[in-house]
Structure formats: C-alpha cells, structure tokens
C-alpha cells in the first residue's frame, strides 16, 4: 500500500467527534517511533488528553516483549491520553474498556458482530474470524499509566493513562512468522460483491482510517464517560463481549508475576475484574498479567 499521509483527513475526524472530550486534541504525524512515545512525552510535560495519529511506527511495541508490525499505509496507529478521576484500582480496567469501545467502533463500521465475528481475547487483544475461518489477531492494545500515591484518606489514583491501538486495516500479506496468528480488516472482507458495491467503489470507502478512528473515539469517549460515573468494576455482562472469560482453554504467558507461565480454563472474573484460569495444577489463579494464547 502507498503512504497515506498526504491523504489523511484530520478535519473529517475533527468534525464527527465534535461533541466528545477528544475535540480539538488531535495530532498526525507521518512517521514516529511510536505514538505511545508522543502521549507519553505529552503527557510528562503536562498535557491530560489528546489523541495521536500515525501512518506508520518504527518502533511499536505490545505487552511485554512483544513488537506491533507498524508498516505504512496498512495499519490504523493511534494513541489516546486520559486522565480521568478515577481509582487506580478502577483503572485497571482500562484494557478492557477500552476494547470494548474498539470492538463496538469496528462492528458498526464494517458491519460484524459482536463477539461472534470480533472477539476479545482477555484483556487486550481483538480477534476477527469469519465463518469457517479461524480466528486471528486483528488489533491490540498497550496501556501505560502514572498514579497520584494514596495517602492517608485517599487510595491511590490515575494520574493518566495512554491508550495505545493498533488495529490491522489494509494489510494484504504479513511476515511469515505473523501469518498464522494475523489478519486484517481488508483481508476479510475480500468479497466486495458481498456489500452490495462496485470493487473500487467499496475499497475506497471501506478502508479510509477516519470513519473507523471517529467511530473508535466516539465510542471511547461514551465508555470513559460510564466509567467515571461509576469506576466500580463491571464484571456482569462482559461474557458478551468475550468469549474468552469463562470455559475457554488457554495458556497464560510467563511473565513478571509468573515466570513459567501454565494452562487451565477461564473461570470468569473477580470483583475487580481480574481474569481467572482454574489451572491444569487444580489452583485458581487470578491473572495480573501475561497475556492469553490457545494452548
């Protein structure tokens, strides 16, 4: 794909997310090393929102170790500073939160469902699969916060948070190491005669970044507005979203908290929102972190 940088649209973004906190904090560059370094950078200087927007990143990064292939022209890069008042135990549940904004945001732009087609691979991966095909990852999220210390009447609080996305829009073809677990927006929708449009006709509109980073922000902002009205966790319905919370076989990742690593069924969520995997050990483990794979 040839660089979008020329073409990208800032004021038609500007202008469908009018009425939203995001209004007139918007920032695009062609090339950065990642727009979760620009937020960050922003925010230690002061800045409390703003939304950054790159054609390409040099240098995107995942969880943990893992790298975020931010090629030119064929994924949506952006980044998102918050600060809302909130404990910094409701502020965990910004991965999921933010999630479900960008899995309500691709359904209602490209028309799959909820869950069934875009999945939430707990906490912060979104899976595409349509019928008969499996399901592969098709976008991602890294947050990065800072916290007010709790004192002695006051539990410890966000001081911000970026939210960085990275959604797969345009690709055609991934590194080979890559293809097996990736896909993209365009790569399943690959039948045009499917949405009732001329070929050129549906690529040109279908797979312009404004419409889906407006929808993105738009529903972010909706969610960020839920949750400061009421930062006590949501556990309930998340099923709905995920089918990843309760009787899926996974393995956890190794990580700080867990240097192996193990296998086990989800067994939903506690009351803080925090996954749990009735391990293969016959232990209940609540996962703080490490990221969830098929085992």
Same mark, same amino acid.
């Given at each position: 794909?040839?660089n979008?940088?020329?073409?990208?649209n800032?004021?038609?973004?500007?202008?469908?997310?009018?009425?939203?906190?995001?209004?007139?904090?918007?920032h695009?560059?062609?090339?950065?090393?990642s727009?979760?370094?620009?937020? @960050?950078?922003a925010?230690?200087s002061?800045?409390?929102?703003?939304?950054w927007i790159?054609d390409?990143?040099?240098?995107g990064?995942?969880?943990g170790?893992?790298t975020?292939?931010?090629?030119s022209?064929?994924?949506?890069?952006?980044?998102?500073l918050?600060?809302?008042?909130?404990?910094m135990?409701?502020?965990?549940?910004?991965?999921?939160?933010?999630?479900?904004?960008?899995?309500s945001?691709?359904?209602?732009?490209f028309g799959?469902?909820?869950?069934?087609?875009?999945d939430?691979r707990w906490?912060?991966d979104?899976l595409l699969a349509?019928e008969g095909?499996?399901?592969?990852k098709v976008g991602?999220?890294?947050?990065e916060?800072?916290s007010?210390?709790?004192?002695a009447s006051?539990?410890?609080?966000?001081?911000?948070?970026?939210?960085?996305?990275g959604i797969?829009l345009?690709?055609?073809?991934?590194?080979?190491?890559?293809d097996p677990?990736?896909t993209?927006i365009?790569?399943e929708?690959?039948?045009?005669g499917?949405?009732?449009?001329?070929?050129e006709?549906?690529?040109h509109?279908?797979?312009?970044r404004?419409?889906?980073?407006a929808a993105?922000?738009?529903? @972010?902002?909706?969610e960020?507005?839920i949750?400061?009205s009421?930062?006590?966790?949501?556990?309930?319905d998340?099923?709905r979203f995920?089918?990843?919370?309760s009787g899926k076989?996974v393995?956890?990742?190794?990580c700080?908290?867990?240097?192996?690593?193990?296998t086990?069924?989800?067994a939903?969520?506690?009351?803080?929102?925090? @996954?749990?995997?009735?391990?293969d050990?016959?232990?209940?483990h609540?996962?703080?972190?490490?990221?969830?794979?098929?085992?």
């Amino acid at each position: 794909m040839s660089n979008q940088s020329d073409s990208f649209n800032l004021a038609e973004v500007e202008s469908a997310i009018a009425a939203t906190n995001f209004a007139s904090h918007l920032h695009h560059v062609a090339t950065t090393t990642s727009t979760n370094d620009l937020a @960050l950078a922003a925010a230690n200087s002061g800045a409390r929102i703003g939304v950054w927007i790159a054609d390409e990143q040099t240098a995107g990064r995942g969880r943990g170790n893992h790298t975020w292939h931010s090629s030119s022209g064929d994924g949506l890069y952006l980044s998102v500073l918050i600060a809302p008042p909130i404990p910094m135990m409701s502020a965990l549940s910004l991965s999921f939160t933010t999630a479900i904004a960008i899995q309500s945001a691709i359904c209602s732009v490209f028309g799959f469902r909820i869950r069934d087609e875009i999945d939430i691979r707990w906490p912060n991966d979104l899976l595409l699969a349509r019928e008969g095909s499996p399901a592969k990852k098709v976008g991602g999220i890294l947050i990065e916060t800072a916290s007010i210390p709790a004192t002695a009447s006051q539990p410890a609080t966000l001081r911000y948070a970026v939210l960085g996305i990275g959604i797969n829009l345009n690709h055609t073809a991934f590194p080979p190491e890559l293809d097996p677990i990736a896909t993209s927006i365009r790569h399943e929708l690959s039948n045009p005669g499917a949405q009732g449009l001329a070929s050129e006709t549906w690529v040109h509109e279908c797979f312009r970044r404004e419409p889906l980073i407006a929808a993105i922000l738009l529903a @972010l902002d909706a969610e960020l507005r839920i949750l400061t009205s009421n930062p006590e966790p949501q556990t309930s319905d998340l099923t709905r979203f995920s089918s990843w919370i309760s009787g899926k076989r996974v393995r956890v990742e190794a990580c700080e908290d867990d240097p192996v690593g193990y296998t086990g069924i989800t067994a939903g969520l506690d009351t803080n929102g925090f @996954l749990r995997v009735l391990g293969d050990d016959g232990q209940l483990h609540t996962v703080l972190s490490g990221g969830l794979r098929d085992p």
